[in-house]
T-cell receptor
Framework: EAGVAQSPRYKIIEKRQSVAFWCNPI?????LYWYQQILGQGPKLLIQFQNNGVVDDSQLPKDRFSAERLKGVDSTLKIQPAKLEDSAVYLCASSLERKGLREQYFGPGTRLTVT | AQKVTQAQTEISVVEKEDVTLDCVYETRDTTYYLFWYKQPPSGELVFLIRRNSFDEQNEISGRYSWNFQKSTSSFNFTITASQVVDSAVYFC?????????????FGQGTTLQVKP
């Protein structure tokens, strides 16, 4: 079974530029998560999709971050414009509910550096 | 509020030593799940174990063991006879049942360095 795919793996941009990350979840997984992991910290949930609908985006900085999951499969996370504090690893995860528990599988992440 | 605390920021041991990583959690939910993940230098989070709040039995898997104590809200992780390949950042995480969204709350992580 193929895992969660993410691209690019690394991205360096200047502040005020725009950037987009792509995630392809495990086939059949209805739930998709985007986490932000700042260096030295644990991952923090940005947004969660169930199929193509948003379940939780309470910690997404909506003035600059946006995400979509068209057709309930792939997802794109965008930052526009980027700030220095957005430097982090962006992790995508997907899950398949099993007996009420959503076990999450993580992708390799995209490391973003904003200069 | 839900919170996970990993008080140990960094631990350094010599190969073959035993090491315990501490995790303390806070939640008002009666049903919840606790997790441990390993993050090697490659960056990918690797699932190690899941425990639900109704199962307080300790678990052993090879050199890994977990001690879940509801009375102290702790879910500690012990590596026996550590190896250099165990060097990584380890995260404890909590998923509460309220809303059943599956959202994970992570601790700050503990960096484990195993020296040869």
């Amino acid at each position: 079974e193929a895992g969660v795919a993410q691209s690019p793996r690394y991205k360096i941009i200047e502040k005020r530029q725009s950037v987009a990350f792509w995630c392809n979840p495990i086939s059949g997984h209805a739930t998709l998560y985007w986490y932000q992991q700042i260096l030295g910290q644990g991952p923090k949930l940005l947004i969660q999709f169930q199929n193509n609908g948003v379940v939780d985006d309470s910690q997404l900085p909506k003035d600059r971050f946006s995400a979509e999951r068209l057709k309930g499969v792939d997802s794109t996370l965008k930052i526009q414009p980027a700030k220095l504090e957005d430097s982090a690893v962006y992790l995508c995860a997907s899950s398949l509910e099993r007996k009420g528990l959503r076990e999450q599988y993580f992708g390799p992440g995209t490391r973003l550096t904003v200069t | 509020a839900q919170k996970v605390t990993q008080a140990q920021t960094e631990i350094s041991v010599v190969e073959k030593e035993d090491v315990t990583l501490d995790c303390v959690y806070e939640t008002r939910d009666t049903t919840y799940y606790l997790f441990w993940y390993k993050q090697p230098p490659s960056g990918e989070l690797v699932f190690l174990i899941r425990r639900n709040s109704f199962d307080e039995q300790n678990e052993i898997s090879g050199r890994y063991s977990w001690n879940f104590q509801k009375s102290t809200s702790s879910f500690n992780f012990t590596i026996t006879a550590s190896q250099v390949v165990d060097s990584a950042v380890y995260f404890c995480a909590l998923s509460a049942s309220s809303g059943n969204t599956g959202k994970l709350i992570f601790g700050q992580g503990t960096t484990l360095q195993v020296k040869p």
